[in-house]
């Protein structure tokens, strides 16, 4: 396949994820008050204070894994007793943090001042941070956010709240600085309005064939993590759905002999968003849609974005607390995936059994079948790992990938 030149919004993110990460170690440097958080931790609380900068570990191993590097961090993590059966994302942070970050695209992170987990996307959150509280020496506060097997309640929204407050409190206490009621709300608009832009690129793969992948929303999802409630975001997502509209209107396709249809249900395998997307490509197959970006900005039980008054911050960011999949029951993750198979003209879905995200994969099985036979919709399984290669074949997966579309062509004639 030929080689693509990077578009606008491609070389916009190569700029801001590096300067997003040099701004960090320099501010941290010059005495900023650090926090590390999980990927669901309300961010824009943050640009409340005046000099506090926070870092995902996450996102940092992702960009690790996506770099080829991600199998070195693990053994690093593994040397010194942790177990290859433990989530790829924190065996790279962990073996990241054995050397301060030597072998990192970014150098690392910088020291924390604080740690800021939650338990509602993976329990395994609290204590991969508590490894840095005890070996950091650092305070570790954990957000407790209700699973939800319906849509939230009040009490729930309202029990968010107080914990949204209690944070910040937290913060004043060890910071030395004031929260600004101010900032923190325009930061929560940058990202409603970033959050629409997204809605807006991602809407782009109803059309036929689709002007996008879901491989281009993994890669682009990374400043939601990074930067979020910053005028970057809001104009990089702006600048997508620019982007990905203007490819419609002239009919700039990757996949232009598009024939079938997939949705991705899973974290993005890191390690395989190059060669997985070409090799597809080359089958006249595009995946348009994935579960794991299509629920940014979105409450349970739908991928349809939130719909905020514009009103009052804390209501927006306590509503949309668990706005990923891994918290939702079974039927609010079908109702899910039963609008976005309708939406985008789904032919087929690849479920992937990710070994290191089980609260993800966990109803996979169960999400198959009944897909399969109440909506008709062929599905397979494969193995992966969104982080450690050595966890994934691609002969094993691209064996199944296959079969499915066999069975499609099959269905049509």
């Known amino acids: 396949m030929a080689t693509i030149a990077k578009s606008n919004a491609g070389k916009h993110l190569t700029k801001i994820m590096t300067k997003g990460y040099m701004d960090l170690h320099q501010k ?6 650090c926090i590390w958080i999980a990927i669901n931790v309300p961010a824009e609380i943050f640009a409340g204070f005046d000099n506090v900068v926070y870092a995902v570990p996450e996102s940092h191993s992702a960009m690790c894994a996506g ?6 961090m693990c053994e690093k993590a593994e040397n010194i007793g942790y177990s290859i059966d433990l989530c790829s994302y924190a065996r790279i942070d962990i073996g990241n943090a054995t050397d301060n970050g030597k072998d990192s695209p970014t150098f690392g992170l910088p020291k924390p001042d604080l740690l800021v987990s939650n338990n509602n996307n993976c329990a395994l959150l609290a204590k991969w941070f508590d490894v840095h509280h ?3 020496t650092v305070p570790h506060f954990i957000m407790d956010i209700p699973f939800c097997y319906e849509p939230q309640k009040a009490k729930d929204h309202a029990y968010i709240v107080t914990q949204i407050n209690d944070l910040i409190r937290f913060i004043e206490n060890l910071s030395g600085q004031k929260f600004d009621m101010n900032r923190f709300a325009e930061a929560v608009h940058n990202t409603w309005d970033a959050s629409r832009d997204w809605k807006r690129f991602l809407a782009c793969a109803r059309h036929k064939p689709s002007p996008i992948t879901a491989f281009d929303s993994f890669v682009h999802m990374a400043p939601f ?4 409630g910053t005028p970057e975001l809001k104009k990089h997502f702006s600048l997508l759905a620019d982007e990905a509209e203007e490819k419609l209107a002239f009919a700039n396709y990757p996949v232009p002999s598009e024939k079938y249809r997939l949705f991705w249900d899973n974290i993005a395998p890191w390690h395989q968003l190059r060669k997985m997307s070409s090799r597809l490509a080359e089958a006249n197959t595009n995946i348009v849609g994935a579960s794991y970006t299509s629920c940014l900005g979105t409450v349970e039980g739908s991928f349809d974005l939130y719909s905020w008054d514009e009103q009052d911050p804390f209501d927006y960011i306590a509503r949309t607390m668990n706005a990923y999949m891994c918290p939702h029951g079974m039927e609010l993750r079908h109702s899910s995936m039963k609008n976005a198979i309708e939406d985008l003209s789904i032919d087929g879905i690849i479920f992937a059994s990710n070994r290191s995200c089980k609260p993800y994969s966990i109803t996979q099985m169960d999400q198959q079948k009944r897909i399969s036979k109440h909506l008709g919709v062929p599905a397979i399984m494969i193995e992966v790992d969104h982080a450690d290669v050595r966890k994934y074949s691609e002969e094993n997966a691209f064996m199944r990938i296959d079969a499915l579309l066999e069975n499609l062509e099959a269905k049509r004639t």
């Open 67 to 72: 770099k080829g590097i991600g199998a070195e």
């Open 134 to 136: 005890r070996e950091l």
């Open 225 to 228: 993590l990074t930067l979020r």
């Open 28 to 33: 941290a440097a010059n005495n900023a008050f």
